[in-house]
């Protein structure tokens, strides 16, 4: 078997160089045939999946979120699956399909693993795809925080700081959200479509997300007070605030929003697109071999 592992440095706090050696030592041990490419910026782990496909096995995304359905992206073309060693800041995506933990435990998966057919999302007809979650506002804010500073640490202490200010910010956006041809208006704390189940390393925004069901799972937060931010906020890390009056969860294929102006979109931890957006949950579309 060959494994092309694409490495992601800046990702986990360059955590993923180091990742990758020790994951390619791993399945070197089982017999396998590996190369290691690093991306240079954003939407490189697309190119390199694309070149790449043809000539490996399995191509790893070495990093987080971001880099995995970069990865993907590039390899829906192919029928080339992809793996996953998970040295991100929050590792979401991975937890939430059982990848383990470290380089080596994710790596020793690999090296006896197989295919799994899963969801993934494509963005404004294929300018982007995502594999976890979108979102328009608070977590879009946050995130767009998160990138903008050097992160002394991973896990949940990478977010709070960011979250903490934007808690402080209070600011709420007006939008118009269309699920399947159901409309939605309002002024939202938040507008999060999920492919997965949770981000911001453990907010379980979507408890009920399946990677499998062909559907994305949209929540939708409308504006409140600071204290009953941080109070869905809290309801959000044990999966419990879909119940909450302010919150409505619906599910379908397409999914459209706009915004009275362009608002920051966050995609799998990466701000860099701008509202109005079109989702389509492409059923099936992406390989995860694990």
Known sequence: MRAVLIVNPIAGRGRCVRAAADAAEVLRRHGWSVEARQTSGPGHATE????????ADVVVAVGGDGTLSETLGGLLASKTPCGLIPCGTGNDFARFVGIGPTAQDAAEQIARGAAW????ASVNGGQRHFVNVLGVGFDAAVAARINRRRRLSAGLWAYMPAILAEVACRSHLHATVEVDGRTYQDDWLLVAVANGNAYGSGFRI???ASCDDGLLDVILVRGSG???ILRNLWLARQGKHLAHPKVIMARGRNVEIWTEVPAPVMVDGDVGLSTPIQIEAVPGAALLWK
């Open 48 to 55: 390199i999946a694309s070149r790449v496909a043809a000539e």
């Open 117 to 120: 057919p899963i969801d993934i």
């Open 206 to 208: 979507a408890p009920e």
């Open 226 to 228: 600071r204290m009953q």
